[in-house]
């Protein structure tokens, strides 16, 4: 991905919001509302009890944080917006955003680096049989194994170099 945010086809990321907070036991339970003060705003409603608001504040800052990657320190991100989502409303648009390329297209996941790994990436309209959501789902799956299963809450970072 550090090849993607250099080519600037990265502008954005999903971090799977923290366990510890409730959300990810029963993912369909959520609602989210909005962001207010730097945290996401839910509403928790179990079927046949009235529902309650919750409140997790985003570990990443409100826009206009600032964000340096770890392995590229020469690599400083300013967060745009912040929002939270199910990793499974992700469109083919955010997909393309995240900076997957043909190299997932082609991988399953488990299997390692396919070939054609390292080659250009594509326009979306001309991509091989799959798609870029397709692509997203598997490199989410190697990062959180039970995020895309369950429909699990991820914060989602919109961000530009700076």
């Known amino acids: 991905m550090r090849e993607a945010l250099r080519a600037n086809r990265k502008t954005v990321t999903r971090r799977r919001i923290a366990a510890g907070f409730g959300i990810q036991e029963q993912p369909a339970h959520y609602r989210f509302l909005g962001m207010d003060k730097g945290s996401a705003l839910f ?48 469109t083919e648009a955010e997909a393309w ?32 049989a799959g798609s870029a959501v397709a692509a997203f789902r598997a490199l989410i799956t190697a990062i959180y194994p039970t995020a895309w299963a369950r429909n699990e809450w991820v914060w989602v970072i919109r961000f530009r170099r700076r």
Do not use: K, N, Y
């Open 43 to 90: 509403e928790v409603g179990e079927p046949g009890a009235a529902p309650h608001p919750a409140r997790i504040p985003c570990p990443f800052g409100p826009p206009g944080s600032l964000l340096r990657v770890t392995e590229e320190p020469d690599l400083v991100l300013e967060i745009t917006e912040v929002r939270a989502e199910p990793v499974q409303a992700i």
């Open 97 to 128: 955003a995240e900076g997957v390329d043909l190299c997932l297209r082609e991988s399953t996941p488990g299997t390692g680096p396919a070939t054609g790994c390292g080659a250009p990436p594509r326009h979306p309209d001309s991509l091989p």
